[in-house]
Structure formats: C-alpha cells, structure tokens
C-alpha cells in the first residue's frame, strides 16, 4: 500500500525548535519530488516546501525561508521537516506530501497524489 | 500574479451538476489539480492535468481549463461530495505551488 505518514508535531513555545519526520513505504520514494503542506485549523492549505528528487534542490514559501529546513533520505525512505525559531502563525496541520510533475503538449503541472494524515504543531506561549 | 481565487462557497442539490471554478494567471500555463477533503480528513487529490481522475474518484468528477480559470464540475452530486475543494497550481519558476482559498460544496 503507498503511505506517508507523519509524526513529531506537538506544542512548543515560540522561539523553539521542532522536527517533523515522514515514513514514505509502497512506492520507489527516490524517485519522487515531496513536499509538506500545512492547514491552520478551519482555513485553507498552504505549500511550505519541496525537496527534489536528489535532496540538493529545495524551495520554500517565503513566510519560513531562513527558519525551516526540508531533508530527505532516500536509502530510509523518509522526509524531514527541521521547523526553528517557530512563531504562532506556524501553528498548523502539517501534512507531509508525494508529488508528482508532469509535461503534456508543452504546459507542465504537478499534481499532489499521496497525502498523510497530518501532524499538529502548536505554537504558544 | 500567482493568486487562485475560488468562491468560498457553493451549493448544489442532490443529484444536480454544479461546477467549481479557479482564477488565476497562472491557469493560463499550467494545469490545475484539484483536491477534495471531507471535515477532519486529509485532502484527497480528485483531478489533475487535462481532467486526469486518479484511481477509485468516480466519473462524475471532471475538470476543464480555458484562459485564467480552471473548473471542477460534478456531475450528480452525491451527499458524500459534501466538502472542501482547492486547486492549485504551480508558479511561474515551476517549483512554487500555490493553493486556492478553497470551495465549501453544500449539497442540499
């Protein structure tokens, strides 16, 4: 079965630091670029960041850039989430995402097809 | 600008055909996908591409794109479609992804 599921989210104070971990099992999971998306709690998604498929390229919204830190090890099968100096605006559902990058006709488009179940990080004081 | 806008809210009633649509520059050079999540669940991807239904979304789902808009359309809507819809798509770099507001479907 193709899974990814997420752990590590809990309550921090602001200022501190947290790490959010991935288990991808039931597809080649080096072979595929993945992301973490978050959701405040009755709003929208927000992408947070993608890693490529080597681990060398990574993006970032500009909201967390210089503060989290996407990693990836292909021989585990797991994708990382290093969150610092994390602020009350980053309290979210963080799910962890498989993307996948497709070319047809010259327009190219991602499409998120595997999504875990999410991981809650609180951030108060 | 790298904005989706979606209509925060939409109803249908049981059995009709109601669309969902998605506005933005950025629909104009790349694909949407779109993804349902029922209150409490994760999202679940429904279309992608050029109205592309990943394994097990029923064939009432389907998506078009033309210009700036994108469009989810479902085609007898069922009590079960009751949920909250994104699209999203990529930014110009083509590594960016930005999500619509999303689409709260009522069916009646």
């Known amino acids: 079965e193709v899974e990814v599921v997420e752990s590590g989210g809990g309550l921090v104070q602001p200022g501190e630091s947290l790490r959010l971990s991935c288990a991808a099992s039931?597809?080649?999971?080096?072979?595929?670029?993945m992301s973490w998306v978050r959701q405040v709690p009755g709003k929208g998604l927000e992408w947070v960041a993608t890693?490529?498929?080597?681990?060398?390229?990574?993006y970032y919204v500009d909201s967390v850039k210089g503060r989290f830190i996407i990693s990836r090890d292909n021989d585990k099968g797991s994708l990382s989430l290093q969150m610092n100096n994390l602020r009350v605006e980053d309290t979210a559902v963080y799910y962890c995402?498989?993307?996948?990058?497709?070319?047809?006709?010259?327009?190219?488009?991602?499409?998120?097809?595997?999504w875990g179940q999410g991981t809650m990080v609180t951030v108060s004081s | 600008s790298s904005e989706l806008t979606q209509d925060p809210a939409v109803s249908v009633a049981l059995g009709q055909t109601v669309t969902i649509t998605c506005q933005g520059d950025?629909?104009?050079?790349?694909?949407a996908s779109w993804y349902q999540q029922r209150p409490g669940q994760a999202p679940v991807l429904v279309i992608y591409?050029?109205?592309k239904r990943p394994s097990g979304i029923p064939d009432r789902f389907s998506g078009s794109n033309s210009g700036d808009t994108a469009s989810l359309t479902i085609s007898g809507a069922q009590a079960e479609d009751e949920a909250d819809y994104y699209c999203?798509?990529?930014?110009?770099?083509?590594?960016?992804?930005?999500f619509g507001g999303g689409t709260k479907l009522t069916v009646l």
């Open positions: 995402v498989r993307l996948s990058s497709y070319c047809t006709s010259g327009v190219c488009y991602d499409a998120l097809h595997v």
């Open positions: 039931g597809f080649p999971f080096r072979a595929y670029r």
């Open positions: 890693i490529m498929q080597d681990g060398l390229d990574k």
């Open positions: 950025r629909v104009r050079s790349s694909y």
């Open positions: 591409g050029q109205n």
């Open positions: 999203n798509c990529r930014d110009s770099s083509g590594f960016y992804l930005v």
